[in-house]
C-alpha cells in the first residue's frame, strides 16, 4: 500500500540521523570568472533529483549540502561573490586563505585556457602553507583538444590537474570520486572539540557592535586562549571560557579581537568570517547594537544563522545608551524586520556596564536544548492527525493533499519529513512549521519541514 511504501522510504531516511555529525567541508577557490559558481551548480545539479524542499531556502549563500555516491558534505563557494576590479590580486589569495580556514578538502579551480596567472602563482602559495589537501582543477577542457593545457598546469607544483568541464560536466564524476577519497567521514575542522566537550559558540554581529567588549566581560580572567586545532593560522582562533561553572568554547574568536579595518569588500569578509564561525558552531549569539537602527547587515547575519541551521540567541547590546524613545521604535523596528525569528531567545545587555551578561547563559542552553530535542515518532504523528484533522489542506483541482505520516529525521537542528499524497502548499506547510513550534517549542532552533510526495 501507499502507506507501506512510505515506511520503507522512511527506514532509509533514518539513516540520516547521521545529520548529527558536522559534515566534512570542500572549499572552492581560486580567480574570478575560472568557473566556480559553475562548477558548484554542476556538482549541486546532482541533489536536486531528489524530491524533496526545503521552504524558504533562496537566498545568497556560501554554503551549500552536497552529496555524491551518498555520501555528504558541504560546499563553500566563493564565485558567487562579486568583487571590485580594483585590488583584486592582493583579495583572490585572502579570500581564498578563509575559505580553506574551513576546509577539509580545498577545489582549486584554474581556467586551463588562460594557464596559470600570477593571482593563482599566490593562491599557490597560500595553500602550500595551510597543509589542506587540494585538488586542481584544470577547467574549461570542454573537449580533448584542451587536455594539453590543463598538462601545462602540473607546473604549478600541485600534483596532477584534473581536466574538467564545469559547463559540460567532463570529467566531474572522476573529480568528484577523488574529492570523496581524500574527505573524512566527519569534518576534522568542525569536529575538533565535539564528543562531549564543551559546546560551541560563534559571537556575531557587525563591526562595532560590542563582541569583544562581551568576550572580555564574559572571559574576565578566566580565559583560556587555545591554539588553532587545525595548525593553518598562528593566530589563536577558539577561547575556552566558564559560564555557569562549565566551559564554553568560543569559535573563531581570532576574527574578533584582531581589529582588521578592511576599506574595499569589507562586507564581504565579514560575511566569510561570519560563515566560517557558523561552521563550527552549534549556537550563534548574534549582538545588535540597540541604540541604533537595525541594519541589513544585522537582518543578513541572522539570516545566515538560520541557513546554516545553528542555534540562535538575540542580544541587543548597549542596552545603557537607551532612552524611552529609542526603546520604542527598537521594538518596533523588531516586528518589522526580524519577523522571521520569533522564537530567538532575546536578552537586552550592556557589555560595558556588565547589565543583564547573566541572561546569555539561560538563553544559550534553552537555544542548544531546542536544536538537540527530539520528538518520538508516535507523538509526532498523533500531533500531525490532530492539526490536519482540524485544518485540513484546502481542495486544489478537485485533490485534496493528505499527509501520510511524518517523523523527525534528524536533530541540530530539528527536522522534519512529511510524506503526503500532493504536493503543500507553502502556506500550509507554513501553518504545519507554525503550529510545530507551539506544541513543541523549539525556542532558540531553526527548525527544517521537508516534505516527500508520494504521486
Ligand atoms: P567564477 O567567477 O569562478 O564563479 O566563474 P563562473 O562559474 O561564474 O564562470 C565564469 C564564466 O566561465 C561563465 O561564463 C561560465 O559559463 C564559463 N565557464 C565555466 N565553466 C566553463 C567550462 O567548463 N567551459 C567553458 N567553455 N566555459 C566555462
Ligand atoms: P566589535 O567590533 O563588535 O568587537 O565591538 P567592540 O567590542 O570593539 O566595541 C565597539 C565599541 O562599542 C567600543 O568603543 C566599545 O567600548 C563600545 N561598546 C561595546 N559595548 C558597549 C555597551 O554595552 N555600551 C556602550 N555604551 N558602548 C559599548
Given at each position: 500500500?501507499?502507506?507501506?511504501?512510505?515506511?520503507?522510504?522512511?527506514e532509509?531516511?533514518?539513516?540520516?540521523?547521521?545529520?548529527?555529525?558536522?559534515?566534512?567541508?570542500?572549499?572552492i577557490?581560486?580567480?574570478?570568472n575560472?568557473?566556480k559558481?559553475?562548477?558548484?551548480?554542476?556538482?549541486?545539479?546532482?541533489?536536486?533529483?531528489?524530491?524533496?524542499?526545503?521552504?524558504?531556502?533562496?537566498?545568497?549563500r556560501?554554503?551549500?549540502?552536497?552529496?555524491?555516491s551518498?555520501?555528504?558534505?558541504?560546499?563553500?563557494?566563493?564565485?558567487?561573490?562579486?568583487?571590485?576590479?580594483?585590488?583584486i590580486?592582493?583579495?583572490?589569495?585572502?579570500?581564498?586563505?578563509?575559505?580553506?580556514?574551513?576546509?577539509?578538502?580545498?577545489?582549486?579551480?584554474?581556467?586551463?585556457?588562460?594557464?596559470?596567472?600570477?593571482?593563482?602563482?599566490?593562491?599557490?602559495?597560500?595553500?602550500?602553507?595551510?597543509?589542506?589537501?587540494?585538488?586542481?582543477?584544470?577547467?574549461?577542457?570542454?573537449?580533448?583538444?584542451?587536455?594539453?593545457?590543463?598538462?601545462?598546469?602540473?607546473?604549478?607544483?600541485?600534483?596532477?590537474?584534473f581536466?574538467?568541464?564545469?559547463?559540460?560536466?567532463?570529467?566531474?564524476g572522476?573529480?568528484?570520486?577523488?574529492?570523496?577519497?581524500?574527505?573524512?567521514?566527519?569534518?576534522?575542522?568542525?569536529?575538533?572539540?565535539?564528543?562531549?566537550?564543551?559546546?560551541?559558540?560563534?559571537?556575531?554581529?557587525?563591526p562595532?557592535?560590542?563582541?569583544?567588549?562581551?568576550?572580555?566581560?564574559?572571559?574576565?580572567?578566566?580565559?583560556v586562549?587555545?591554539?588553532?586545532?587545525?595548525?593553518?593560522?598562528?593566530?589563536?582562533?577558539?577561547e575556552?571560557?566558564?559560564?555557569?561553572?562549565?566551559?564554553?568554547?568560543?569559535?573563531?574568536?581570532?576574527?574578533?579581537?584582531?581589529?582588521?579595518?578592511?576599506?574595499?569588500?569589507?562586507?564581504?569578509?565579514?560575511?566569510?568570517?561570519?560563515?566560517a564561525?557558523?561552521?563550527?558552531?552549534?549556537?550563534?549569539?548574534?549582538?545588535?547594537?540597540?541604540?541604533?537602527a537595525?541594519?541589513?547587515?544585522?537582518?543578513?547575519?541572522?539570516?545566515?544563522?538560520?541557513?546554516?541551521?545553528?542555534?540562535?540567541?538575540?542580544?541587543?547590546?548597549?542596552?545603557?545608551?537607551?532612552?524611552e524613545?529609542?526603546?520604542?521604535?527598537?521594538?518596533r523596528?523588531?516586528?518589522?524586520?526580524?519577523?522571521?525569528?520569533?522564537?530567538?531567545?532575546?536578552?537586552?545587555?550592556?557589555?560595558?556596564?556588565?547589565?543583564?551578561?547573566?541572561?546569555l547563559?539561560?538563553a544559550?542552553?534553552?537555544?542548544?536544548?531546542?536544536?538537540?530535542?527530539?520528538?518520538?515518532?508516535?507523538?509526532?504523528?498523533?500531533?500531525?492527525?490532530?492539526?490536519?484533522?482540524?485544518?485540513?489542506?484546502?481542495?486544489?483541482?478537485?485533490?485534496?493533499?493528505?499527509?501520510?505520516?511524518?517523523?523527525?529525521?534528524?536533530t541540530?537542528?530539528?527536522?522534519?519529513?512529511?510524506?503526503?499524497?500532493?504536493?503543500?502548499?507553502a502556506?500550509?506547510r507554513?501553518?504545519?512549521?507554525?503550529?510545530?513550534?507551539?506544541?513543541?517549542?523549539?525556542?532558540?532552533?531553526?527548525?527544517?519541514?521537508?516534505?516527500?510526495v508520494?504521486?
Open positions: 500500500t501507499e502507506e507501506d511504501r512510505a515506511l520503507l522510504d522512511i532509509g531516511f533514518q539513516d540520516e540521523q547521521r545529520t548529527e555529525v558536522v559534515l566534512p567541508v570542500v572549499a577557490v581560486g580567480r574570478p575560472v568557473g559558481s559553475t562548477l558548484v551548480n554542476r556538482i549541486l545539479r546532482r541533489r536536486e533529483a531528489v524530491v524533496e524542499d526545503v521552504p524558504g531556502v533562496t537566498r545568497d556560501v554554503a551549500y549540502e552536497a552529496e555524491w551518498g555520501r555528504r558534505f558541504t560546499i563553500i563557494d566563493t564565485g558567487g561573490w562579486s568583487i571590485d576590479a580594483t585590488g590580486h592582493l583579495r583572490v589569495a585572502e579570500q581564498a586563505e578563509i575559505a580553506v580556514e574551513m576546509a577539509d578538502v580545498v577545489l582549486f579551480v584554474v581556467d586551463a585556457k588562460v594557464g596559470a596567472t600570477d593571482d593563482d602563482e599566490a593562491v599557490v602559495r597560500m595553500l602550500r602553507r595551510a597543509g589542506k589537501p587540494v585538488i586542481l582543477c584544470a577547467n574549461k577542457v570542454d573537449d580533448d583538444r584542451f587536455e594539453a593545457d590543463a598538462m601545462a598546469l602540473w607546473n604549478l607544483g600541485l600534483g596532477e590537474p581536466a574538467i568541464s564545469a559547463l559540460h560536466g567532463r570529467g566531474s572522476d573529480l568528484l570520486d577523488k574529492i570523496l577519497e581524500l574527505l573524512p567521514e566527519e569534518s576534522h575542522v568542525a569536529a575538533a572539540g565535539q564528543e562531549g566537550g564543551p559546546r560551541r559558540v560563534a559571537l556575531l554581529g557587525r562595532n557592535v560590542g563582541k569583544s567588549s562581551l568576550l572580555n566581560k564574559l572571559a574576565g580572567q578566566e580565559r586562549v587555545v591554539d588553532d586545532l587545525a595548525g593553518t593560522t598562528r593566530d589563536p582562533v577558539d575556552l571560557v566558564e559560564l555557569g561553572g562549565k566551559p564554553w568554547r568560543f569559535v573563531d574568536t581570532a576574527g574578533i579581537r584582531r581589529r582588521v579595518h578592511q576599506t574595499q569588500g569589507a562586507d564581504f569578509y565579514a560575511s566569510l568570517r561570519t560563515q564561525a557558523l561552521e563550527k558552531a552549534e549556537v550563534a549569539v548574534v549582538l545588535i547594537d540597540a541604540g541604533t537595525i541594519t541589513e547587515q544585522d537582518i543578513r547575519i541572522v539570516q545566515q544563522v538560520i541557513d546554516a541551521g545553528r542555534a540562535l540567541v538575540i542580544v541587543y547590546n548597549k542596552w545603557d545608551t537607551m532612552d524613545e529609542r526603546r520604542y521604535y527598537l521594538e523596528e523588531i516586528e518589522r524586520e526580524l519577523v522571521q525569528v520569533p522564537w530567538a531567545p532575546r536578552a537586552n545587555i550592556s557589555a560595558r556596564t556588565g547589565r543583564h551578561t547573566d541572561k547563559l539561560p544559550l542552553e534553552t537555544a542548544l536544548d531546542s536544536w538537540d530535542q527530539r520528538i518520538p515518532t508516535a507523538r509526532l504523528n498523533a500531533f500531525l492527525g490532530e492539526v490536519v484533522a482540524a485544518h485540513p489542506h484546502p481542495v486544489r483541482g478537485g485533490k485534496q493533499p493528505r499527509i501520510l505520516f511524518g517523523t523527525q529525521g534528524g541540530r537542528p530539528p527536522r522534519f519529513v512529511l510524506f503526503a499524497s500532493g504536493f503543500l502548499e502556506g500550509y507554513r501553518f504545519l512549521e507554525r503550529r510545530l513550534r507551539e506544541e513543541f517549542g523549539f525556542e532558540g532552533s531553526p527548525i527544517e519541514v521537508s516534505v516527500r508520494r504521486e
